[in-house]
């Protein structure tokens, strides 16, 4: 029996969501330190100590087996390594279980691009800028993003099996975040794509429990950001 | 034993290089398809499809075992997949194999991410526009990347064991893309950061026979790109 802990940023949802919707989906106890100077320390190279990967951003888990430990860092690797032990690494009948837990990285891969394309709309510059030093540009991104990059990521969806996967977690939220991003983009494109609508009410039935509880984080200042300007009516 | 076939790009080496230095390492054979109708089939959603995960962008992987056939896309799946298979998973006396492929999945991501940030230095508004229309902010995003990101993500290097793994092949091919790019900004970091020269010449060294063969490709027109003016002496 592993105990699981996971480093990240205080408030924000961000990428720390993506983990926490799976233990909330598997029903497993996990802590959590938000601790920012415990954060800048786990992120902080240790020149010359091999064996420990540096670890460049949370989130970052921590595993402990017994008297074994380690940390994880880079969400979908996170991911990928819970997922068979969460329940969440999907089924597909007469396919090599290794062959789908591939893809189902590949799908939360495309997931995650999604949510980084996301977050780059309002920093297109750089993320050591603010969103008022880069807003013009920001402005041009945006249109951009909802004409051509929305439509086309929204192609991905539940497709392998019916079993609730890491992708379909990665999927749901990235969904949600751009319902609070990009509500008028999203709402233009329902019509267009009711298997997302289902799927997000699926999903949410299974997440009820969590997402109506106080530890679920709402969006505000991460990944997925609303500037009216960046989705017009 | 296994038939493999990458789907990718014409001329770049982009991210199918990434997949093409695994199998130089490993000196395994692999057939290849630039044919651009064909990637566009394989990148169009087959609506309704089941069990067929949509492809969002080549690198596609193509493999085959006997009657069994799968298409892996997204380079960390690619990769991650294609580790164990090549010998190139990594190994860390005294640590559980799947710990250590994690965390070699995790090294290689975070060397990716240095690929994609380089990448949206010359496309910082977006991939839909050419360079020349987003050349203002391109100049202030280079400024960034080199001051703050190069110095950061040159942090994460080698750490894990002797043996060669995919991070290694990762991190190799954007420390060559970066040089070929940005050439002053590397060579400042280089006497702060020896172990950066010294990896580079063991991975050349590995990988010498494929280097210097025609099939490696030139840096040119892809992820990696040189233009004076984003990179100042």
């Not at 750089?126 to 051509?148: I, N, P």
């Not at 079993?163 to 233009?188: C, N, R, W, Y």
């Not at 609303?226 to 017009?232: M, T």
């Amino acid at each position: 029996m592993s105990r699981y802990c996971l480093y990240y940023w205080p408030q924000i949802p961000g990428r720390g969501e993506f983990v926490r919707l799976a233990f909330a989906r598997a029903k497993v106890a996990f802590s959590e330190v938000n601790d920012i100077s415990t954060l800048q320390q786990l992120t902080s190279p240790q020149e010359g100590k091999t064996g420990v990967p540096p670890h460049l951003a949370v989130p970052i888990l921590e595993v402990q087996n017994g008297a074994n430990r380690f940390y994880l860092s880079q969400t979908p690797a996170i991911l990928h390594y819970l997922a068979p032990k969460l329940g969440l690494d999907g089924e597909q009948p007469g396919v090599d279980p290794e062959v789908t837990r591939s893809q189902v990285l590949q799908l939360a891969l495309t997931g995650l691009d999604w949510a980084v394309e996301a977050h780059d709309v309002h920093h297109p510059i750089g993320v050591m800028l603010y969103y008022e030093e880069q807003k013009d540009e920001a402005l041009r991104a945006a249109q951009a993003f909802r004409s051509e990059r929305i439509p086309k990521f929204a192609k991905t969806c539940r497709l392998l099996g019916t079993k609730t996967s890491i992708a379909d977690l990665v999927l749901f939220q990235v969904l949600e975040g751009l319902h609070f991003a990009f509500p008028h983009a999203m709402e233009k494109l329902a019509s267009s794509t009711p298997q997302l609508g289902q799927f997000r009410r699926e999903l949410s039935d299974e997440l009820r429990a969590y997402l109506e509880s106080p530890e679920r984080r709402a969006f505000n200042d991460g990944l997925f950001r609303h500037y009216p300007e960046l989705d017009p009516p």
